[in-house]
């Protein structure tokens, strides 16, 4: 299996704070990674797949970046519904395992 | 409108069986990919495996092949998850979602259902 390891863990930031979340692979993965969000109690939604390809309906404060192994989920200035878990996912090939998850925190 | 809707939440002692199911609506379940995500009380997110209702095609992630079977009728556009002989570290959320594709770049799950919380205590 190809083992995804977020950075942070956790975060605390702020409304208006620009904020970057790393994810790397065990192994090249091309550009196959997608960003999800999760709040408490919901499923997840995506947000951000092919690394860098917004989901529609997604505001154009995430953006995503990278390719190979290393990637970054970017928020350009948070918002007070941004705070979540966000979870990286190769789909390179199967299974497409998901990173151990970034929890955003209100500072 | 695309939906997936899950079965209800389920208490089960160790060692019942169990199937939970995802019915999916407004598109053509034939021709997308179904995946199951286990979610562990304040854990994180695990693929456990996908099946393709147009032909049954299932993939599983190796941490769960022998443990679960995931399988679909597409005469009423539903697919399941099934345990034959549950434990307590089964206690989980169960989603599942729909995977355009596992050979284009539509390779993620866009859509979600609400989640099965299974409870397995004795």
């Known amino acids: 299996d190809i083992q995804m390891t977020q950075s942070p863990s956790s975060l605390s930031a702020s409304v208006g704070d620009r904020v970057t979340i790393t994810c790397r692979a065990s192994?090249?993965?091309?550009?196959?990674l997608n960003w999800y969000q999760q709040k408490p109690g919901k499923a997840p939604k995506l947000l951000i797949y092919v690394a860098s390809s917004l989901q529609s309906g997604v505001p154009s404060r995430f953006s995503g970046s990278g390719s190979g192994t290393d990637f970054t989920l970017t928020i350009s200035s948070l918002q007070p519904e941004d705070f979540a878990t966000y979870y990286c996912?190769?789909?390179?090939?199967?299974?497409?395992?998901f990173g151990q998850g970034t929890k955003l925190e209100i500072k | 409108e695309v939906q997936l809707v899950q079965s209800g939440a389920e208490v089960k002692k160790p060692g019942e069986s169990l199937k939970i199911s995802c019915k999916g609506s407004g598109y053509s379940f034939t021709s997308y990919w179904i995946g199951w995500v286990r979610q562990m009380p304040g854990k994180g997110l695990e693929w456990m495996g996908i099946i393709y209702p147009g032909d049954s095609d299932t993939r599983y992630s190796p941490s769960f092949q022998g443990q679960v079977t995931i399988s679909a009728d597409k005469s009423i556009s539903t697919a399941y998850l099934q345990w034959s002989s549950l434990k307590a570290s089964d206690t989980a959320m169960y989603y599942c979602?729909?995977?355009?594709?596992?050979?284009?770049?539509?390779?993620?799950?866009?859509?979600w259902g609400q989640g099965t919380l299974v409870t397995v205590s004795s």
């Open positions: 192994q090249s993965i091309s550009s196959y």
């Open positions: 996912q190769q789909s390179y090939s199967t299974p497409h395992t």
């Open positions: 979602a729909r995977l355009p594709s596992l050979v284009s770049r539509l390779r993620y799950f866009d859509y």
